[in-house]
């Protein structure tokens, strides 16, 4: 297979977690942040997680640095498009990309411009290259839970128009769904389709309670139903799509190998997995590392390789238009 040509769908990956070094360097200098150092080799190398991270918290420790740059509307606009760009360019033809508004308002921005600036973004990066795109809005789990209908109030007014979504992430605990429920409803009353970070770090029952109690039609990781019996039957019996991420999980002790990652496992038992990147530069990765590591590792044929490609674009909160354009992507043989 011809990993660089392979037509692809990103169903999981973090705005904040794809920052070009050297565009947070320009925007540093723009907006006069004094940063540890000048050298795009040297901020990459704080940007990025190490392959083993002691746990999912120091992961996200990377992120602080991309945030401080992206506080104002040309900020987040350009580093949306570029995200969109860098996909584009190695030919992911659809990209759902996920982002905390709460987290870009250190100078005052609102919600909608957040929001706005993000979706206007993408689409600069839609009219320029084949992709097409959309966008999930992300509470994080360790904020408080003041503001969270603002922030669906905000993106309603997007909905369908570049907003799809609503997920919960950051650091993972045990039974967080349960405090969650209201907004879930709030979210799906608004029109929003839910997908949520479970079951990542060891919690299979997160994984049930996100389906059962707060409506999610995909699962972020997911990996660790593999654990809890009950969760695994829901998601293969009700087809709820695992949106995987090996690279990431390798670092944040998910798993401890590509080896031991049970997505090859889950395919051929029926469980419908995802493919994504889940955060470019903080897990030094691209689609096309993605899906050669999942390939090789699994020996999947270009056949299994092209349902899995299936099975992103029939689970991707997007237009029955845009499925179709994807689908032209298959060949016919398969």
Request: one cysteine or more.
């Amino acid at each position: 297979m011809n990993y660089s040509d392979l037509p692809k769908i990103d169903l999981h990956c973090h705005l904040d977690g794809s920052l070009r070094p050297a565009t947070l360097i320009e925007l540093a200098h723009q907006q006069h942040i004094t940063l540890p150092s000048d050298d795009v080799q040297t901020i990459k190398k704080m940007m990025t997680a190490p392959p083993a991270c002691q746990d999912l918290d120091e992961y996200l420790q990377c992120f602080s640095l991309p945030l401080s740059v992206m506080q104002t509307e040309a900020a987040i606009e350009r580093v949306s498009f570029e995200l969109f760009e860098d996909a584009a360019l190695e030919n992911v033809k659809y990209l759902e990309v996920r982002f905390g508004p709460l987290l870009h308002q250190a100078q005052g921005l609102t919600l909608n411009q957040i929001i706005g600036s993000a979706v206007k973004g993408m689409q600069r990066a839609e009219q320029q290259y084949d992709i097409r795109g959309n966008y999930i809005l992300s509470i994080i789990r360790n904020m408080p839970e003041d503001n969270i209908k603002a922030v669906l109030d905000a993106g309603a007014s997007y909905l369908n128009q570049g907003v799809v979504a609503f997920d919960l992430a950051g650091s993972e605990v045990a039974g967080f769904c349960q405090q969650y429920i209201p907004y879930a409803e709030y979210a799906l009353i608004k029109g929003y389709n839910v997908t949520i970070h479970a079951g990542e770090q060891g919690v299979g029952q997160n994984v049930y309670d996100a389906v059962t109690l707060l409506g999610a039609s995909r699962i972020g990781h997911g990996i660790h139903i593999k654990n809890h019996a009950q969760a695994y039957q829901l998601v293969k019996k009700q087809h709820i799509a695992l949106e995987t991420c090996p690279t990431s999980n390798i670092q944040t002790k998910a798993v401890e190998s590509l080896e031991q990652h049970p997505a090859g496992a889950f395919l051929r038992d029926g469980i419908e997995i995802t493919i994504n990147t889940d955060n470019r530069t903080v897990s030094d990765t691209t689609m096309t590392d993605e899906v050669r590591k999942v390939v090789e590792q699994f020996q999947l044929t270009e056949a299994e390789y092209f349902a899995v490609y299936r099975m992103s674009l029939e689970h991707a909160f997007t237009s029955e238009a845009v499925k179709e354009h994807l689908r032209s992507f298959i060949p016919l043989d398969y």
